[in-house]
């Protein structure tokens, strides 16, 4: 499925390296599988996407179990569409990308899931914890990809790609965003903030996506240590823009009670 940056001709499945029929070669990595299609122009910095500090405390935190009612509510959501080929953009370490390829292993669906991320530290994870899925390093806004071959993209806290996702979505197509509900977070906010305030739950419009519905997954949790605190902390925008005292607070915790809260919304490409 994945085409070559260059000459965007599909590349074949060779064990080592995937090349175009133009004879241009892509190594696999020797950790995870992963292929990188990343352009050079593309990059913006010599090891783009997010830091191995990120995606290590990424890892700690979700398999840990502390969002797994967001993992069973999309399961439980891909699992609906008919589905050929699957795209998790933005996928990081692939932990709902393991968890949807599961679910659709268990209801016997053929479906291939495709996964894409910036950084080659989250991928070599996903590739160990998702043998079945393809990888590859690619920006969000030059997928690497044939016009209409993905007929369902899930797209959880990464840039919204508008015009990318629908060009690569059949028609009818479903989009699958997932963001912040009003009180995500709140327990970590409350350490933060004076006056902590509400995420923004108004739905988004597309131009040329219909807005299907909404489904919710809420929660409460009790994050057990101050490890799994800190890793919270890194894997959210707080961390770069709290300041030092604020974070200082919650980083001396030992527990942290918490609400999560998540808004899946559905969009079919028209």
Known sequence: MFLCPVCRKP?????????CPSGHCFDRSAQGGYVNLLRTNRRGSADPGDSPEMCRARTRFLESGYYEVLRDTL??????????????AGCGEGYYTTAVMKALRDIASPAKLLGVDLSKTALRHAGKQ??????????????????HSID???HLFAPMCEQEFRRVLTGGGTLVTVKPGADHLWGLKEILYDKPYPNDEEEAEYEDF???GRIFAEDEITLRCNEDIRALYQMTPYAWKTAREAA?????????????SFLIDLYLAV
């Open 75 to 88: 399961c439980d959501t891909v699992s609906q569409f008919p589905s050929r080929y699957i795209l998790d």
């Open 130 to 147: 998702c043998p079945d899925g393809e990888f590859a390093v690619a920006s969000l806004f030059d997928l690497p990809l044939p016009d």
């Open 248 to 260: 200082g607070r919650l980083l001396s915790m030992e527990t942290l009670e918490t609400k999560i």
């Open 152 to 154: 369902v993209i899930l």
């Open 210 to 212: 219909h807005w299907m």
């Open 11 to 19: 590349l074949d499945d060779g064990a080592k390296t995937r090349a």
